[in-house]
């Protein structure tokens, strides 16, 4: 009996080798590699060292220090970029124009343009472009969705989400700059509470935001940082360490997002919650909540896989650029992302409500 040919590994190349690729990305291609599924064959940072460091457990992998000769000199079917914000929008580009199919870290880009600009390469050269929101593929947020999709919540109308560090600056790299990261929290953790919230609300278009931003620690000379050492220099902190804001969408919806680097409260929170008129779902604590015959009621799960989000993002992604399958975090999704965070700083800066369009 006849049988197929096998198809070769997927060839993947990495852009910035710094703490989300060594950590999130690079454990689950060396997985998949094990699997005979893909060969990482390209790593790239300016920081040779880590690459060289990386290259030692990825047997095929040559080391660069420029992108662009990598993609010159090399062809991959996968490019990951985990480079800081500001070059996620060229380095995507310039990726997707070499014949690769693109995964690349959150936020999508610095400005909803560059993100307009990436969707526009990735349909005219006929690639795949996902934003790596891993909370999506969280096992939780999994069975939420389920949930949200079910109708169990009737008439949606409002969310909340919230990501509020004690004292958790990241202390290393430059996102305290914004010449090269943007923001602060809004664009480094609350991107992933608002795609979270705004997906298990099947993502209503956004039509105005109200926000504000504020700087009350991290340029600070006496900061204490309980989660990491600070290793920037206090007056190059120019983003801000807290925002909040209000988000008004088509037919009446609402999300309410309050983040934080650092503020004086008792801990960390994390939570997204979404109210409907029948029920309501939350990450923290877990559950579907409502009401029924004069009581009150709660559905919790007594098991859930603890597979860790990225782990899922990676192999999704794989899967898709395997079969040809389309990517659960849709570009114009994460576009619109984009688009309630640049108005959230539009909003603070004229202090008032400014339209999304």
Known sequence: MATGKKKPPLRVGVVGVGAIAREQHLPYWRELEAEGRVQVTGLCDILVDRCEAEAATCPAAEVFSDYKEMFRKKTFDIVDICTQNRLHAPVTIDALRAGAHVLVEKPMAMNARECEAMIAAARKNGRKLMVAQYLRFDPLSEKLKEVAASGALGEIYTAEARWMRRRGIPGWGKFHIAA??????LIDIGVHVIDLAMWLMNFPKPVAASGKVYRKFGDRKDLFNADWPILYKPQEFDVEDYAVALIRCEGGLTLNLCVSWAANIEKELESVFILGDKGGISTNPPGLFGADHNSLTRT???????????????RH???????DLPVLVKPEESLMVQKIIDAIYRSSAKDREVPIR
């Open 180 to 185: 090269e990261s943007l923001g602060g929290p």
């Open 300 to 314: 919790t799960w007594d098991w859930l896989s603890k597979e860790d989000g990225h782990r899922r993002e990676v």
């Open 317 to 323: 992604f794989c899967a898709c650029v395997e079969q």
